[in-house]
């Protein structure tokens, strides 16, 4: 689904609004307190900062442009369709005629890994260097998602403060009971605002951010498997059940039905 995150922060508000509003809430007490904005949000990205170097919270714009921006990447099945032709051509004319290919390659990591197979370096060594990098990707990946991840989990604690905050200045108006009902509501608003920062916004962040990076990876470790099947010079068909195993029972059959419509296509030209 495209969007999705404008998608859930749409149906978190709408929540929290109308939940409000069926409870006989006033909304108006999420706008006039400014004191719990304050406790809540800078609260919590004072403990971001504290929590991590500046090199990590200098990648934060780039991190939400992710989160907020749909993921593009080549398919799987685009995948085995692109080594199958490559493993067609280097049976027929050898390793050296994908050099022309590779100028085509968007993909600046299957790229790297097809010059090395070109230049003729051992398997080991392009297997090493390819799941080195794949790691060091997996490791940066981690530390972004673990701010969004570490937010979430002082939000709603910070809310706690808030609120006994709030309390400790509602016991100033026991003398007016009208004052004293609308400070103890006011002081839970910082509650209400760090578990759903925390648990709408932050914690979901951070479970995406992580989920575009297993797909990411999952992506590479077949690119990997697909580069050395066509250094060691496997059939197409080979190649193919070697990198369906990648995918889902449901994308091996529509797989399989492509590659039976462009079969009976050829076959009638």
């Known amino acids: 689904m495209k969007n999705s995150t404008i998608i859930g922060l749409i149906l978190g508000f709408f929540a929290l609004i109308v939940g409000m509003i069926l409870k006989g809430a006033p909304i108006t007490s999420l706008i006039s307190n400014p004191a719990a904005y304050v406790i809540i949000l800078i609260g919590t990205a004072a403990s971001v900062v504290m929590a991590f170097p500046s090199r990590d919270l200098a990648k934060l714009p780039k991190l939400f442009k992710i989160i907020f921006k749909e993921q593009k990447l080549i398919s799987k099945q685009e995948v085995i369709t692109m080594f199958m032709e490559w493993a067609s051509i280097t049976r027929r004319e050898g390793l050296l005629a994908l050099e022309a290919r590779v100028d085509e390659i968007e993909d ?8 090395m197979i070109i230049d003729g ?12 990098d794949i790691s060091a990707t997996e490791d940066r990946h981690k530390s972004g998602a673990q701010i969004f991840s570490q937010a979430g989990m002082y939000a709603p604690t910070l809310g706690v403060l808030g609120a006994v905050i709030g309390l400790i200045a509602a016991l100033g108006n026991l003398d007016e009971m009208e004052k004293l009902a609308h400070a103890v509501a006011g002081a839970f608003v910082a509650t209400v605002l760090g578990i759903f920062t925390g648990y709408v916004l932050w914690h979901p962040m951070a ?10 990876v ?11 099947s066509i250094q060691s010079g496997v059939s197409t068909t080979a190649i193919q059940q070697k990198l369906s195993v990648f995918l889902t029972p449901t994308e091996r059959q529509r797989l399989a039905e492509k590659e039976e419509a462009s079969r009976e296509q050829k076959e009638s030209a």
Do not use: C, H, I
């Open 121 to 132: 370096n051992d398997q080991d060594f392009v297997r090493d260097v390819l799941l080195e």
């Open 108 to 115: 600046q990591f299957l790229k790297n890994g097809m010059r």
């Open 218 to 228: 999952e992506l590479r470790l077949m690119m990997v498997e697909g580069l050395l």
């Open 207 to 216: 479970n995406k951010l992580k989920r575009l990076s297993k797909r990411e």
